[in-house]
């Protein structure tokens, strides 16, 4: 039996758009120093050798590498957390759990693939993941099981890319959201319709590379640091909106609007944006628009916008069971170096030499 509890193991517990509506997940999107106090309350009930936390807009989820921790107990420290956070009591059963490591890395090998994104084949997911990666390297936790799930998950998405056309013609979120606008746009007859890109994280720079495809005379950026969105301005060609007028929601000239900023609920609310040719795009959990201004105008958040999409075409029906099976065997592969890890350690062997992590943090 003591056997037994001092082998490691990779768990799994995460609230996604498959059990949970976006304002639901709204509570579990963390600043980075809630996160860091969060990982502080696990390591307070068990041991944490490696963690990582992928959050995006549709899905919050714990990667937890231990010796002695359940499920169970990560979504009460995680729930009891969130609770405390915002004061108000939440719904403990819209999480998913994996008890195994096996389950577990079929679960992020199967998110990077994009087959469990609302837009199947979603390609901005995977650059989520490596997001988490280096965060987790960053803080020194990445551990060593979950350091090996991680390389078994970048290896099972290059052969996806390399031996299937799933990804073929796969669309994003975020092409998705430029079509909305542009088909807005024609509806309503508006030539050269001024934007306004608001915020300047992973989903706000997706955004930003389908610019060329869908062209629009009027392009402008605001976000909370100037420097940042002064960068991306240079880059793209972008005017610049100061983030006061965001503030104080001084945007009445702007047709279409697209927002992604983290932690900012409601940013938008003030009724005197009540007025015709206006599209908004929220993109953001919790939302950044306020439900009162789509009293006049049209308001699509991030379920909005998938619903928009047809989710499988043609290719990536086809080549979705070569996906599963590739998964399968990386999982496989994987699930074999970890039975000999943890028996080389249990027979005190030297310790596995991984390959630098860095290697892995380059795209694919």
Known sequence: MRFKMMMKKLLYIGITHETSKASERAFYAFTSSEKERLI???RLKINVEGIAILSTCNRMELYIETSNGTPEIIK???????????????????????????????????????????????????TQIRIAYKEAVAQNRQGTLLERAFQAVFKSHKRITKETLYFTGSTSTSYVTLKLVKDYFNANNIE??????????????????????????????????????????????LNIVNWDDVENNNLEDFNAIISAVSNRKNIMCNTKLNQTNRIYLDLAVPFN????????NPIYNIEDISKEVNKV????????????????????????????????????????????AKKYLSAS
């Not at 195994?100 to 998110?111: D, R």
């Not at 628009?289 to 006049?296: A, F, I, K, T």
């Not at 043609?314 to 170096?337: H, L, R």
């Open 40 to 42: 502080t309350a696990l």
């Open 76 to 126: 009460d420290v995680l729930v009891n957390f969130a609770q405390t956070l915002h004061n108000t009591a939440l719904n403990k059963s819209l999480f998913t759990l994996h008890h195994t490591t096996a389950a577990t890395v079929k679960h992020l090998a199967t998110v990077a693939s994009g087959l469990k994104s609302s837009i199947i084949g979603d390609k901005q997911i995977i």
């Open 192 to 237: 050269n319709g001024k934007v306004l890109l608001i915020g300047a994280g992973d989903m706000i720079q997706d955004i930003l590379k389908y610019l060329k495809k869908i062209q629009f005379s009027n392009v402008y950026i605001s976000n909370r640091t100037h420097i940042k969105a002064q960068e991306i301005a240079e880059k793209y060609q």
């Open 289 to 296: 628009v306020s439900d009162s201004l789509g009293v006049v």
């Open 313 to 356: 075409n043609g290719m990536q029906n086809n080549a979705i069971p070569v996906v599963e099976n590739i998964i399968n065997q990386e999982v496989k592969s994987y699930i074999t170096w970890v039975n000999n890890y943890n028996n080389r350690r249990l027979k005190n062997d030297k310790p596995y030499k991984f390959i630098e």
